[in-house]
DNA sequence: GCCGTTTTCGGCCCGACTGTTTTCAGTCG
């Protein structure tokens, strides 16, 4: 019963707990703590979002403090959390520090320690207040304040509108392909000024979900002149900083781009530094001090020679660290660092064949035709029409009739296909009950089912996903945590018991690549990789153009660590047939 | 608060910029 109090409440998940974590790091910060204890804080909350099982499973086993970063007392405060729902240092601290100081910290120029002030001497509790303040002159009368800390405030607070929930990140599939864009034409207009080597850095090489800005290292004869001709470009709306070796720039989206010059012999450490992420780079540098080195984006000093060693690739710089050179997608602390030898990453030319795809039968914009010739021209072998089933709604759906009319028509154009094949599926709601919405003897009849949550995400999503597993039809979970990267989270998933009822069933989990979904993400296709369960990468492309879209799922792959082997759809069509359920 | 081929105490990555300051704290990436 949902009203029986003995009933438990159901776990939070990682990153809901990360939250509150980095919350009591910020509140900490503003009440005056020393800057390694926040520190442990948000490592701990980094940890609690990485992990790759359930922290709250992890707390109740008495395991949590195994995980780097999380020792005895936040160990406690997590049971506490869990036991009795809340984290007492949390309300306390809430109720002394108003939400309004946190949210000013996130203007610019506005720390934790003069916010703290603020609050203190002026009674600052936000951002209406801090506007009052500055109208009526009364910062500047704080000592360590003067005229110049008003302005910018100021035009902070403007620049933020209401809205100090955060910045707000770009999809990385809108934002590389500008960085790409850039990188093209530095590298052909750089000619005339000896570009020599352009390259993006930042989040956007390292493939995250999304982006604050683009970061792109360049080395040229003439850095004043690739600077000159960054700022020319028709993709840059406005120059706000330009000096002689750089310059941070607007697109005409809104996104920030830095670019920096540099010297050719220390293009691997910036290029290095910039790449990030932050996490991986203080983990570097921590390992690097006990081994009487200093890492810095200029060079690596020796403490035995007094002398700064400068390299001019990437390569050098971990050679030097005494590491092997680490794909971008791997820098983010989460084991790569102690690595001897980095494993064989998938790309995009290991995929065979794309297996979550919609037609003009439901909500797509192409014919099956349409779409054969768009999956050829990517170099696939072989694709599966997985329209979306009886229920669908919106006008969309595919009776039954329609469906095996479907079948026939993928039958028929197999017969005039030369190597390539066409599989006849469905892409089929798990309704709230658990059952799916065409009866077993149709799906019998289907090449390849794909079985998703679309509907009542607040109705039991664990138990429907686990039984859709338990199905034998059902060849994978699409999207199965149905998150909307910077617009919507997971719906309330028992990750780990969905994982090890795919392991269990030899269900397949899919990493579905429409860019604003990338779901698994990283986490969770890596615990699912390393629990035994084959992942399956698609575009659920609705045209044929965004059948490209894999490329985002091949991305999110690698910074789960799979390799070729690891996802399905790498193999021809005859051999992953084997390797579905019962080997049908 | 965490952690240990220096350690259970005493450290904890690096450098630039800014605005306010006579030498630097705070902020940022």
Not at 124 to 139: F, S
Request: negative net charge; aromatic residues 4%; hydrophobic residues 40%.
């Amino acid at each position: 019963m949902a009203d029986d109090p003995q009933t438990p409440p159901s776990d939070l998940s990682n990153a809901r707990i990360a939250d509150l974590f980095d919350e009591l790091g910020d509140l900490y910060e503003l009440d005056g703590a020393v800057v390694h204890r926040v520190m442990a804080y948000r490592n701990g909350a980094k940890a609690m979002r990485d992990a790759p099982r359930s922290i709250a499973a992890l707390t109740r086993a008495g395991t949590v403090t195994e995980l780097p970063g999380i020792g005895k007392t936040l160990a406690e405060k997590l049971e506490a959390l869990l036991t009795t729902g809340e984290i007492p240092a949390l309300t306390k601290l809430r109720a002394k520090i108003p939400d309004g100081l946190r949210m000013i910290t996130r203007l610019p120029g506005l720390g934790p320690k003069r916010a703290k002030r603020l609050h203190a001497e002026l009674g600052i509790d936000g951002p209406e207040a801090l506007r009052a303040a500055i109208a009526d002159q009364r910062i500047r009368a704080l000592s360590g304040f003067g005229p110049k800390s008003e302005e910018k405030l100021l035009a902070a607070l403007d620049a933020a509108g209401d809205d100090l929930s955060g910045p707000k990140r770009e999809l990385l599939s809108k934002a590389l392909p500008i960085a790409e864009q850039l990188v093209a034409e530095l590298r052909d207009r750089g000619a005339a000024v000896g570009v020599h080597r352009v390259e993006i850095a930042g989040s956007a090489r390292r493939q995250a979900d999304s982006v604050h800005d683009l970061d792109l290292i360049a080395t040229a004869d003439d850095a004043e002149g690739l600077v000159e001709i960054f700022a020319s470009s028709e993709l840059i709306d406005d120059v706000h900083r330009r000096g002689t070796n750089g310059a941070s720039a607007n697109t005409h989206t809104g996104l920030s781009v830095d670019l920096r010059v540099v010297a050719p012999d220390q293009f691997g450490n910036l290029l290095q530094h910039f790449t990030g992420s932050k996490a991986h780079n203080v983990a570097i540098r921590e390992a690097a001090v006990k081994r009487g080195l200093h890492v810095s984006e200029y060079g690596i000093l020796d403490d035995a020679t007094g002398e700064t060693e400068r390299f001019a690739t990437e390569e050098e710089v971990y050679a030097r660290l005494g590491l092997p050179w680490i794909p971008p997608e791997l820098r983010e602390n989460r084991g790569e660092l102690q690595l001897e030898r980095v494993p064989k990453l998938i790309e995009l030319e290991d995929l065979r064949g794309d297996l979550h795809m919609h037609t003009t039968a439901s909500d797509g914009r192409g014919s099956i035709r349409d779409m054969v010739d768009a999956a050829r021209a990517l170099g696939h072998e072989y694709i599966a029409i997985t329209d979306h089933s009886a229920s669908h709604g919106f006008g969309d759906h595919v009776t039954p009739d329609q469906l095996r009319a479907t079948i026939e028509e993928v039958r028929r154009l197999n017969d005039e296909l030369d190597d390539f094949t066409v599989l006849a599926g469905s892409e089929v709601n798990i309704l709230t009950d658990g059952s799916l919405d065409y009866d077993d003897e149709l799906l019998a009849e289907l090449d390849w089912v794909v079985a998703s949550v679309h509907t009542a995400f607040g109705s039991d999503p664990t138990g429907r996903i686990i039984a859709a597993c338990e199905h034998p039809s059902v060849d994978v979970i699409a999207h199965p945590t149905g998150r909307l990267i910077e617009k919507r989270t997971a719906y309330d998933l028992d990750v780990d018991a969905m994982i090890e009822a795919a392991a269990r069933t030899g269900t397949f989990l899919e990493i579905n690549g429409s860019p604003r979904r990338r779901d698994l993400h990283d986490v969770h296709a890596r615990q699912a990789k390393d629990a035994g369960v084959l992942l399956v990468i698609d575009s659920d492309a609705h045209g044929p153009e965004t059948q490209e879209n894999v490329r985002w799922g091949i991305a999110t792959a690698r910074r789960a660590w799979l390799g070729p082997d690891d996802v399905a759809n790498t193999r021809p069509w005859p051999a992953l047939r084997k390797l579905r359920k019962g080997g049908r």
